[in-house]
């Protein structure tokens, strides 16, 4: 579906708006935004760099807006879809509060303002980044995949692994593995997070006619990749403290949370076809939300007390 | 006579209570937005140093 198509057919007649800061603040996604802001806080804490207190903070509120923007420009694009899935259709624009072409020019003028303020703050490396990941998401996943191949989730799931490289290129001004590894992380715990979702979810997504795994390879098959990119994603979470970027103890934690996440999978790889209510895959949804925060947090707590010991500022 | 089209009242469209309490709600926040922005770019510039002003002409 072209750009005109969409805007033309969606565009409803002119009028005032009685849309109010909150529609506008719906708009950023808070709740996706918050994990965002944290993941790209542990990579620019996590890089072995001084930090501008001042400096990192603009830093992550820049990044935490550039996501706020693909947000909106996502919601913009998928208003159709939106309007008649039930998780989605009290969005502010499915909803009527806000017209498409605000949340366009809304999500196109916070892009812009985003990659310049990190640009300036940090350095044009972590502004770039930033930038592909907005066109990323707005673009390649939201434009081209998600109505195209139920791969969609496993190839956009990169659009929000980028945040953590974004933050450790705004403190370092370049890439590295340690930032590659967080990104791996999030990489590859997206496909079993949202295919969880979309288990339970099948209906909605079927209706929209969004070619989820569920819907287009059927529940059995989703069942067992849910499970192999789980036994992927454990061990690399452990890789961090393997490779000696981190201590035993994130390593424990870690590896704790891949046992969990694992043990969910392999509840929902069991579930029965005739198993209605899902309650497997709403668990494993639960604990994916668990496991993805209590890694990085993780590797935060180890970050910082790393360098409180090696400053001997405990003494 | 016909009145002029200069002096027919400019139609203009009357806002409804919710309209009206929708835009100042959206003004506002607008007016916080520039606000923090300017001290944004106020304390960038302040933690960046003089050396930010320092390049060549």
Redesign the interface.
């Known amino acids: 579906m072209s750009i005109v198509e969409q805007t033309s057919v969606d565009a409803p007649e002119v009028g005032?708006?009685?849309?109010?800061?909150?529609d506008?603040l719906a708009l950023l996604k808070p709740r996706v935004m918050s994990l965002v802001v944290f993941t790209a806080l542990v990579g620019l804490v996590a890089a072995p760099v001084p930090l501008?207190p001042?400096?990192a903070s603009?830093s992550v509120?820049a990044i935490a807006v550039g996501a706020g923007a693909s947000g909106a420009l996502n919601m913009w694009y998928d208003a159709d879809i939106d309007r008649v899935m039930s998780r989605t259709a009290r969005r502010p624009v499915p909803a009527g509060r806000v017209q498409p072409g605000e949340a366009l020019g809304f999500g196109l003028f916070l892009s812009l303002l985003a990659v310049l303020?990190l640009g300036?703050?940090a350095n044009w490396l972590a502004a770039a980044v930033l930038a592909f990941t907005i066109f990323f998401y707005a673009v390649v996943y939201t434009m081209w995949l998600k109505r195209w191949t139920p791969q969609n989730i496993v190839i956009g799931g990169a659009a929000g692994a980028f945040p953590p490289v974004v933050g450790w290129a705004a403190a370092t001004g370049s890439l590295s593995l340690e930032s590659l590894i967080l990104f791996a992380i999030i990489f590859l715990w997206t496909p079993p997070h949202f295919w969880a979702l979309a288990l339970f979810k099948a209906g909605d997504y079927g209706r929209a006619g969004i070619p989820m795994m569920p819907n287009v390879a059927g529940e059995a098959s989703t069942r067992r990749q849910i499970f192999a990119y789980t036994l992927l994603v454990a061990p690399i979470g452990v890789l961090p403290w393997l490779l000696g970027y981190v201590s035993a103890g994130y390593g424990l934690v870690a590896a704790a949370l891949g046992a969990g996440f694992i043990y969910y999978a392999w509840g929902v790889l069991r579930m029965k076809p005739s198993d209605t209510a899902m309650a497997p895959a709403k668990q494993m949804f639960g604990f994916s939300l668990i496991y993805l925060f209590g890694i990085f947090a993780a590797y935060l707590v180890d970050v910082v007390a790393a360098r409180v010991l090696a400053s001997g500022a405990f003494l | 006579m016909a009145t002029p089209e200069r002096d027919k009242p400019v139609e203009t469209v009357e806002l409804t209570e919710k309209q009206r309490k929708a835009r100042r709600n959206r003004s506002v926040a607008i007016a916080i937005a520039l606000a923090a922005l300017v001290v944004i770019f106020y304390l960038v510039t302040l933690a960046k140093g003089p050396g930010m002003m320092n390049r060549p002409l």
């Open positions: 005032v708006s009685e849309a109010t800061a909150g506008f501008d001042i400096l603009i509120l303020t300036l703050a």
